[in-house]
């Protein structure tokens, strides 16, 4: 902490149908054949004609093909869906037609009683686009490509990324003398696209927002996305320089909450931010209400106050204040998932962490009641632990990680289960320890399997005054350290970082995302590197170098392998402010009858279609249903997931969709 404004989609099986019915079934006479008349009530072999069809659309055009149902070679009249809504809709005489707006494959599904058949249909999606106004003449020249530059090369994104669906596209910027005009080429399995853009001095430009779209929905799970960029400067030509992308199969969830210093937003103080996922960031508490935590369900937030007071606040209720303390017990402590309780962040003598005068003071981690103040007796804990620097408990509450400062002197973590009926801990075991570091800021990956943290070269664990640090992922089990060398900005033995090895040790404070997304993990970080040619301040300590970034993390990853990717900065934050410590939740959980988009929305962990009191189809969330549990549904094992047969995960008691192939 520092002084206020200075530096210190669906799920499994798809949506409900638009449409229902079909056409009349005929036999070789017209007269309609039902399967009654047959006398036979079991189930029968239906087939859909034609097969896996294969459609183009062009330039928005919506392609359509009609499907037909048979039963034992009789046309029937069917119920029709289609899995993928996105792809575009099925009504109720089996008439496909595509959005115009995405490709890819959708599971077209005809139901006769009992008798259920399905096929898919595929659509190729290519586009064009200028709204560069780029003569048909330089077209040609960029197409041709050419060496003109020798400067020319990617500064942002970077090559291998993991894009989630959802969030504003990245601005794609470029070293080398600036453009008089740019081409995009960009092709995965189902989409070809070709936009032709104009001059940007320093070389840098933003894809139409539905352009973004159209390349993240129509890329499949293991289908990888290749951008290519060709530059016409001066005259004379040079590129394509070339990326690959890969899309998750989902949009992130809940709400980043973050310090920010010297915010615009804040008249140009300290504040605790937020960013709902794809929107701008928004003043939550100003007045430099900073050193925070926040409940991984998204109900209570902790903060200090301008160095005079911590509180808890009730994000259910336009974050309201619901208590304080005046001793800088609450900085940085471990809120439980539905924020009832916290464990407190240890301090040493004159104010820990960071070592500010003044401070606080020495004070033992203890755990209390964020209602009334009160400390809560911990079994276990007390008496055993006395400076739980940092705190975190997993996204279940079944654990808490911390630097145990009593057997590492700021040099080691332990991890202690937690029962929260009984308020008891028990099992503490140190799981990392690195004489040569500091760890700091842990966080649980969603399934509890690992924890991952920051190892600092300063004691104070700070971002400032040219501290280094990357961030290091341990096993809990096996006690296995791998550090997250993709995230960090390495590939093999050297950095990709456009600007050098320096920036990979600008990494600090991550935190979690609670829940899967898309096959991945996500974790959110602070780092200081540059971002492209926008963010070049050449101190490490410049406000604007302290920016909000996400990497996405393979699941079931095997201890000692690395299982990050590389980077993206998070849209939606300022770019003058200095952003720092986000915690990702989720938002605060709705009741049953209220609008959803998906089941991590709903406190009875169940979203689905409903048919509304306007006569419309929307989703709500309902009671806990019978049945198998879609994706973000509530689940014990991944067996209760209606995708178990194809590989779903039960994380943190949501089914989750599987990895990536």
Request: one cysteine or more; glycine letters at 12%; charged letters at 15%.
């Amino acid at each position: 902490m520092a002084a206020c404004g200075t530096e210190p989609t669906s799920g499994f099986g798809g949506d409900t149908p638009d449409g229902g019915g079909g056409a009349d079934a005929t036999d070789d006479t017209n007269e309609p054949v039902l399967l009654s008349e047959a006398g036979n009530d079991a189930p029968l072999a239906l087939t859909i004609t034609p097969a896996d069809p294969v459609l183009s659309s062009t330039n928005g055009s919506m392609p359509t093909q009609p499907f037909l149902a048979f039963v034992n070679g009789s046309q029937q009249t069917a119920t029709w869906s289609l899995d993928n809504v996105a792809l575009g809709k099925i009504d109720a005489t089996g008439l496909f037609t595509g959005s115009g707006t995405v490709g890819g494959v959708a599971q077209v599904t005809a139901q006769v009683g009992a008798s259920v058949g399905s096929t898919t249909v595929t659509v190729n999606l290519a586009f064009t686009e200028n709204p560069g106004n780029v003569s048909a003449g330089d077209q040609t020249k960029l197409k041709a490509g050419g060496a003109a530059d020798g400067a020319f090369k990617w500064l942002y994104p970077y090559d291998k990324t993991v894009f989630p669906r959802g969030l504003t596209g990245p601005t794609l910027q470029f070293a080398g003398a600036p453009p008089q005009s740019t081409y995009v080429h960009v092709k995965s399995k189902y989409l070809t696209y070709d936009g032709f853009f104009g001059g940007s001095n320093p070389g840098r430009l933003d894809l139409p927002a539905a352009t973004w779209t159209a390349i993240t929905q129509s890329a499949a799970a293991s289908d990888p996305v290749q951008i290519s960029v060709t530059k016409l400067s001066g005259g004379q030509v040079t590129g394509p320089i070339t990326e690959t992308w890969n899309i998750a199969q989902g949009s992130l969830k809940g709400t980043v909450y973050y310090n920010s210093y010297s915010s615009p937003l804040a008249g140009n103080n300290g504040a605790t931010l937020k960013i709902k996922v794809g929107q701008q960031a928004a003043v939550l508490i100003g007045g430099c209400n900073v050193c925070h935590s926040v409940s991984a369900n998204g109900n209570v937030l902790a903060a200090s106050y301008g160095h005079q007071y911590d509180a808890t606040y009730d994000l259910k209720n336009n974050a309201v204040k619901i208590n304080q303390v005046t001793d800088y017990r609450w900085s940085f402590p471990a809120l439980y998932p539905d924020g009832s309780i916290l464990m407190s962040c240890g301090t040493l003598p004159g104010g820990y962490p960071p070592n500010i005068p003044g401070m606080g003071g020495d004070y033992d981690s203890q755990l209390y009641d964020t209602k009334t103040a009160k400390t809560i007796a911990a079994p276990g804990f007390d008496g055993v632990v006395r400076k739980a620097l940092m705190p975190a408990f997993s996204a279940d509450g079944s654990k808490l990680v911390f630097n145990h400062y009593e057997t590492g002197g700021g040099h080691s973590l332990a991890v202690m289960d937690f029962d929260v009926k009984t308020k008891k801990f028990s099992n503490l075991v140190d799981i990392a320890k690195d004489s040569n570091h500091y760890l700091g800021w842990p966080a649980f990956l969603p399934d509890s399997s690992a924890v991952v943290y920051h190892t600092d070269d300063k004691s104070d664990y700070a971002t400032w005054s040219g501290a280094k640090a990357d961030l290091v992922l341990t096993d809990v089990k096996t006690k296995t350290a791998t550090p997250l060398a993709a995230l960090n900005g390495m590939k093999g033995n050297a950095t990709y970082l456009p600007y050098g090895t320096s920036e990979t040790l600008l990494n600090y404070e991550p935190t979690v995302l609670p829940v899967a997304v898309g096959g991945y993990y996500w974790v959110l970080f602070t780092s200081r590197r540059y971002y492209g040619n926008v963010i070049t301040s050449p101190s490490q300590d410049s406000q604007d170098r302290k920016k909000l970034w996400v990497a996405a993390i393979d699941i079931n990853a095997k201890p000692g392998t690395d299982p990050s990717h590389p980077a993206f900065y998070l849209p939606g934050q300022e770019l003058a402010a200095g952003n720092m410590r986000g915690f990702w939740a989720l938002d605060p959980c709705k009741g049953d009858g209220l609008n959803c988009e998906s089941a991590d929305e709903c406190c009875g962990g169940f979203c689905r279609q409903v048919n509304l009191s306007d006569g419309a189809i929307g989703k709500q969330c309902v009671p806990p249903q019978s049945g198998c549990a879609q994706e973000f549904e509530k689940c014990t094992t991944a067996a209760d997931c209606c995708g178990a047969g194809q590989g779903y995960l039960c994380v943190n008691g949501r089914c989750a969709i599987p990895p990536p192939n």
